[in-house]
């Protein structure tokens, strides 16, 4: 396979899709910024979220956010199946432009990032934190794992004592 090939696939998020691609040269995802304002605005169509789109652009252009200019364009397959340009964001422009639409889907979304932002501010100004939070994600996933395990050797238990059993 071609080192720089490029890939395409589709995501679901809220059981809808979300058309991404993958750059290996530069080894990030970018996303159609058309799908996920049509998530977060609850817009119909594409048609519809393509206006959004384009009105969220001027507006940002004219506040003179940069995050548009970051934008590119890709060709994505497109409802009819053709392959067609589209705007695209990486992960870190998508989440700027995230937080510029105004939408009830969009605000835990919002709060979770401030949150995450928040405590990586934390942990800059005391790196013991980092490694306290690392280690508190580190128990709970060593937990469920071992939960996981018990329960697992439970189950298999009951099953080979029931099979002898009858």
Not at 46 to 70: D, I, M
Not at 150 to 163: C, D, G, I
């Amino acid at each position: 396979m071609n080192k720089n090939k490029k890939e395409s696939s589709i995501v679901l998020f809220n059981k809808k899709q979300v058309r991404r691609h993958w750059d290996r040269e530069r080894e990030l995802w970018y996303f159609s910024v058309i799908d996920i304002i049509a998530i977060l605005t609850n817009q119909n169509t594409n048609q519809s979220a393509r206006n959004y789109w384009k009105v969220l652009k001027h507006r940002l252009n004219k506040e003179g956010n940069e995050t548009v200019t970051k934008c590119n364009q890709l060709k994505l397959k497109a409802e009819d199946g053709k392959m067609r340009k589209t705007d695209v964001a990486d992960t870190e422009n998508l989440l700027r432009l995230i937080q510029s639409i105004p939408s009830p889907k969009a605000e835990p979304f919002k709060l979770w990032l401030a949150k995450v932002g928040y405590e990586r501010i934390e942990e800059t100004e005391n790196p013991e934190l980092a490694f306290d939070r690392a280690m508190e994600t580190w128990w709970q996933i060593s937990n469920y794992f071992l939960s996981w395990q018990v329960s697992a050797r439970r189950e298999n238990y009951f099953k080979s004592n029931l099979k002898t059993k009858i």
